[in-house]
């Protein structure tokens, strides 16, 4: 059984609660993510084209590093660039120049310019 290891169905049942919990850690979203894109195929597509016009895949791999920048650095990333580039690359759109461009300005639509480039703000207009 791929998700438990070595671990035969007869043993699985007389594991208590906290052993599945353990198990679940072991688990990351990336894991999680990619096991839906396999039992569903056309979910790659929706992530790509849908009607929001958004990566949905970006969308969620930029919620998770924005929040982490966020609650850890107090919404300040210490290289924009960087940022971006660990985003694209965690979410595997870093190879398709194609749309890469529209990516990495989206991205930026969640920083503040000038000064303050490295700070992240969810204002739709900044504050001066």
């Known amino acids: ?57 970006l969308a969620i791999v930029l919620t998770e590093n924005l929040r982490h920048a966020i609650v850890h650095n107090k919404g300040i990333v210490s290289d924009k660039g960087e940022f971006i580039k660990k985003v694209l690359k965690d979410a595997s759109l870093h190879k398709n120049q194609k749309l890469l461009e529209r990516h990495v300005e989206f991205i930026k639509t969640f920083f503040r310019s000038g000064e303050h480039e490295n700070t992240i703000t969810f204002l739709k207009s900044q504050l001066t």
């Open 1 to 57: 059984m791929k998700n438990y290891g070595n671990i035969s169905l007869l043993e699985l049942g007389k594991q208590d609660f906290d052993w599945f919990v353990r198990q679940a850690h072991r688990e990351t979203l990336q894991n999680i993510s990619e096991r839906f894109r396999e039992k569903f195929p056309q979910l790659r597509r929706l992530e790509a084209y849908n009607k929001l016009k958004i990566n949905l895949r």
